[in-house]
């Protein structure tokens, strides 16, 4: 029998179906529960936005094109820049179906989302629609094909709309050839820009289109509408979880989503705040600030030996340093504005401990730390291992952590000098006499004969530094 064949199509050739051992016919195999069966559909996808009400973050950039829409002012062009997933191609999407919605008399800023304009858009199977990709299609070439078409009216549609993703990628003759048609375009044509990188657009663009910068999503708002699309899936999600995702987005809907699709996937249960903290591969809250007190406190010991349990747990030690980066940028923040506490990613008790540390630490202290593991993040790269980069890091962090500032230093060494003995000193503006010359200075005396040399300054150091009898220090350091 052929191969592939089935046992109807063996038979209807006048073979014998296959038997077994015994004589028996196997059974015919049941088609496949997986044929039938739909694809799974990412959360992004799931829950894009398919109206402006939907949007969550761009009230702004809503409200105006609501005015527009009403009015009848709306642009021939324009251009949507933001940072990566926060909707500048949903927007773009909806405002072709809003343009375009045959359940309306006009354009209308709510499409209905069920004629047959508003679905084919969405499916993004509308002749009039055009999405071009700038980033694969940068040559002038693509844009002359653009050009030579929008001179023919709609097909189907009241509108053609060209959507240009990444248009910051096109080349530059191509913003060249694209000007002319986009500053005197056919009543029938509207363009649509959306970029990641706006100041890579020139300004000859820009000036001809109306720009609206979409804003990364605030963190109540984002933990708001995770709990609802995980209410929705009837997933269970801790909070402290949906903090760290909104954490690990940065603003970004779409990371968002990725990040909670990932995470109700790593079991049956409900989605833990240790089960996101493992699957991020960072290290807990709680115990990044007990390593960065004890960094703090000079203990280089408990330090090492933390870092050392963090690494053996799984967690980067790259990603340690970034994170007591973004620690101490968060302590320095509150030293200054106290009020920025109130983050709801962030625990209360983890609040309560970084009020503490910018009470404690002075701001000199903090830059000085700021400025070390910037240096460290840059040697990451440099270094044999990742863990020896850190490792060094912190050390030189414990070792640092209690120098006096220098003008501490040279206040105490002014003291010192003038409580042991600098009464007898001759000083710069001194006079000898009775009252002439008050400015003149003495023949042979030195300049400034009570300011401390370098020499003086060392000394002081060496002798006002405070000792340590640990084993992770030694009261002979080298300055």
């Keep these: 029998m052929p191969h592939g064949m089935d046992l109807k199509g063996a038979a209807a050739c006048g073979g014998r179906p296959p038997t077994d051992r015994v004589g028996r016919t196997p059974p015919a195999p049941e088609p496949s529960a997986m044929s039938d069966a739909p694809a799974y559909q990412v959360l992004a996808r799931k829950y894009r936005p398919a109206h402006f009400r939907d949007l969550i973050g761009q009230e702004a950039m809503v409200r105006t094109l609501t005015n527009a829409f009403a009015s009848g002012r709306i642009a021939h062009a324009f251009v949507l820049t933001g940072v990566r997933g926060v909707g500048k191609t949903t927007t773009a999407r909806i405002l072709a179906k809003g343009l375009n919605c045959e359940a309306a008399e006009g354009p209308t800023i709510d499409p209905c989302g069920e004629c047959e304009a508003c679905r084919s858009i969405s499916q993004g199977r509308n002749t009039d629609v055009l999405e071009m990709d700038a980033a694969s299609n940068t040559g002038v070439g693509d844009v002359r094909e653009i050009i030579e078409s929008v001179r023919y009216r709609a097909s189907q549609s009241r509108y053609k709309v060209y959507i240009i993703d990444e248009v910051h990628m096109l080349s530059t003759s191509a913003f060249n050839a694209l000007l002319k048609t986009l500053e005197e375009p056919p009543e029938h044509a509207k363009f649509i820009f959306a970029t990641t990188e706006i100041r890579k657009v020139p300004v000859t663009v820009l000036s001809r289109c109306q720009r609206f910068d979409l804003r990364r999503i605030e963190p109540e708002a984002m933990m708001a509408h995770l709990g609802r699309i995980a209410e929705a899936e009837g997933a269970e999600v801790e909070p402290g979880a949906l903090a760290l995702v909104t954490r690990a987005a940065e603003g970004s809907v779409r990371d968002a989503l990725s990040l909670l699709d990932q995470a109700l996937a790593q079991g049956s249960g409900p989605a833990t705040a240790e089960a996101v903290r493992a699957m991020l591969g960072v290290a807990d809250r709680g115990r990044l600030i007990d390593l960065f007190e004890a960094v703090m406190r000079g203990d280089a010991a408990a330090a090492l030996a933390e870092l050392s349990a963090q690494y053996s747990e799984g967690t980067d030690p790259g990603a340690v340093l970034r994170d007591l980066a973004e620690l101490t940028h968060w302590v320095s923040v509150l030293k200054v ?143």
């Design 337 to 479: 504005s106290p009020e920025m506490a109130e983050d709801p990613t962030v625990a209360p008790d983890e609040r309560a401990r970084g009020r503490d540390l910018a009470a404690r630490l002075s701001m000199r202290v903090l830059t000085r730390a700021w400025q070390m593991l910037l240096k460290a993040l840059e040697e990451l790269a440099l270094a044999p291992n990742a863990m020896m980069a850190a490792e060094m890091a912190l050390i030189r962090l414990t070792h640092v952590a209690d120098l006096p500032p220098p003008e501490d230093l040279v206040r105490r060494l002014l003291a010192e000098e003038s409580a042991g003995g600098g009464a007898g000193a001759p000083r710069a503006g001194g006079n000898g006499g009775n009252g002439g010359g008050g400015g003149a200075r003495a023949v042979g005396a030195p300049a400034s004969s009570t300011r401390p040399t370098a020499r003086s300054i060392c000394t002081a150091f060496e002798r006002i530094r405070p000792s340590s009898t640990g084993s992770s220090r030694s009261s002979s350091r080298p300055l």
